[in-house]
């Protein structure tokens, strides 16, 4: 089945960073979201981003799927953007996101 | 989230007993998931269903069976519960499977 790495698995950021985490899949893929994990287990909705670029004030995602990866930039980071960041990936043919294993974000004041 | 409710929050109990975990919405979605997630592995999804009575498996569906027996419902049984199934399950909803999901907030499982 498909492969979704992400990297780095963690990031320590000092308040008010800029950071880029990225998502390598190894295949083909119809759709592919971000979420956020807080530190309190929710999982946030970020980007639904097949292809393209996105951009929610702070936050912005390019997906490149010719070249089977997605980026997602944090500019400007704040303590509240700590958590884990995953993406999500589905195939063409399947009903079900397969997630990477996540980009563990820590920001310090 | 608004619009989906997992039931319970937490709960504790023995190895071989049986677990119900419940996913409840009120969007009227045709899609529902569930997933665990434990340390190390990302979410995993464990089944998942496509409308009612309608519902496969998926990476991890060994020891969890479940029902969907009308739109907003979508139940996750563990027959006989082992140490291994200690986990945070998570409910996911969606009305077209290509686009977003929406999560519920977790159920947190401790097998003792």
């Known amino acids: 089945g498909i492969q979704v790495e992400q990297s780095p698995p963690d990031l320590i950021l000092q308040e008010g960073a800029n950071s880029t985490l990225r998502c390598n899949f190894s295949?083909?893929?119809?759709?592919l979201q971000w979420f956020h994990q807080n530190p309190w287990g929710q999982l946030i909705n970020l980007f639904y981003i097949p292809s393209g670029t996105k951009q929610n004030g702070r936050l912005s995602a390019t997906t490149v799927a010719t070249e089977r990866y997605s980026l997602l930039y944090i500019s400007s980071s704040q303590t509240t953007d700590s958590g884990v960041y995953f993406c999500?990936?589905?195939?063409?043919?399947?009903?079900?996101?397969?997630f990477g294993t996540g980009t563990r974000l820590k920001v310090l004041a | 989230d608004a619009g989906i409710t997992q039931s319970p929050r937490h709960k504790v109990t023995e190895t071989g007993t049986p677990v119900t975990l419940r996913c409840h919405q009120t969007e009227n979605h045709r899609y529902m998931y569930w997933y665990r997630q434990d340390p190390g592995h990302g979410l995993r999804l464990i089944h998942y269903s496509y409308g009612v009575k309608d519902t496969d498996k998926g990476e991890v569906s060994d020891g969890y069976s479940v029902s969907r027996s009308k739109t907003e419902d979508f139940l996750l049984t563990l027959e006989s519960a082992t140490s291994s199934q200690t986990s945070v399950y998570f409910c996911?909803?969606?009305?077209?499977?290509?686009?977003?999901?929406?999560f519920g907030s977790g159920t947190r499982l401790t097998v003792v």
């Open positions: 999500a990936v589905i195939t063409s043919g399947t009903y079900k996101y397969i």
């Open positions: 996911a909803i969606t009305s077209d499977r290509t686009r977003g999901y929406t």
């Open positions: 295949d083909s893929v119809n759709n």
